[in-house]
């Protein structure tokens, strides 16, 4: 038990008391596909779950728009009661349509009730974090985030929730809401072929607040993947486990929340934190990226 506890080192977020491993995990994939309706395995679901804690894991991610409704129940199911230091960080900002789409729900109607179903499906009565998602499927867009920003204050004021998180969100509505209320984490798409949010990242970083990336190996084009996985083949490694070793070593406020349904991959992914990657590797990553080096 606890046999890779500090995966990746630890981080503390800004002006609470919440410490966790750097090396997480999403519970995204625990649904159905296309992230709606229940898993094919539930008791699969359910032992990668138990696993990641038992591993080490104490920092999970998670909404009530997977599934909806079926993510959360499912971490309930086998997670519950909490172990002390595990903090579940939830988001709400869109709901799910019939057909599986990805409707924004930012009302001031929509947060209270998302952060109500989080509670009720997680079984809590306080959530650690909540992240606002903003933007579209596509990414950030330019649009205001005080009225979401101030609901969420609202709740935060009256105890359902201890901490503000944002997702997909640019550096100026970071600006924007943090003027409203102090923020502890931003998720946003990044990885070592995806390179724009740098500048935001150092940001984050001097704040003393999280960046949380997703999608570690999305957006890399066919040669990118093949120069990653030639560079994986030489270090031992899979190709996942160097994206995420190279986004620890990337800067000290980034977390992980890999995601998977399978325990196998589970163990994959956290073994990356044990990963050293030599001078050599991070300047051929950087040179994926067609960044020069640090």
């Known amino acids: 038990m606890n046999n890779l506890k500090n995966l990746g080192g630890t981080f503390t977020f800004p002006g609470t008391n919440i410490t966790v491993n750097r090396m997480g995990y999403g519970a995204m994939q625990l649904a159905g596909p296309q ?5 094919r395995d539930r008791a699969a679901a359910l032992a990668v779950l138990r696993e990641a804690v038992a591993s080490g894991v104490n920092h999970i991610d998670t909404s009530d728009f997977y599934g909806p409704h079926v993510t959360n129940q499912i971490i309930r199911e086998a997670l519950h009661p909490y172990a002390a230091g595990l903090t579940i960080v939830t988001k709400i900002g869109f709901r799910r349509g019939p057909d599986a789409s990805w409707i924004p729900a930012k009302s001031h109607a929509d947060l209270v009730a998302a952060v109500e179903d989080n509670l009720t499906n997680l079984g809590l009565d306080v959530l650690d974090i909540v992240n606002i998602r ?6 950030p867009d330019d649009s205001s985030v005080e009225p979401q920003v101030t609901a969420v204050a609202e709740l935060q004021r009256k105890g ?15 600006e924007e809401a943090r003027a409203i209320a102090p923020i502890v984490c931003v998720q946003n798409l990044y990885n070592v072929a995806t390179r724009h949010a740098d500048p935001f990242i150092d940001r984050l970083a001097r704040d003393g607040a999280a960046y949380v990336p997703y999608f570690p190996l999305g957006g890399f084009s066919p040669l990118q993947a093949n120069e990653l996985d030639e560079m994986a083949a030489t270090l031992s490694a899979t190709s996942m486990q160097v994206a995420l070793a190279w986004l620890l070593h990337r800067a000290p406020n ?4 890999p995601g998977t349904s399978s325990v196998t991959h589970l163990r994959e992914n956290l073994a990356a934190a044990k990963h050293t990657l030599p001078p050599e590797a991070l300047n051929k990553l950087d040179d994926i ?3 020069t080096k640090r």
Not at 254 to 257: A, D, E, F, Q, S
């Open 35 to 39: 992230v709606s309706g229940p898993p």
């Open 254 to 257: 980034i977390l992980l929340i």
């Open 289 to 291: 990226a067609g960044t």
């Open 160 to 174: 359902l929730i201890r901490h503000i998180g944002l997702s997909t969100v640019t550096e100026k509505q970071y």
């Open 134 to 139: 903003f933007g579209t499927v596509g990414g």
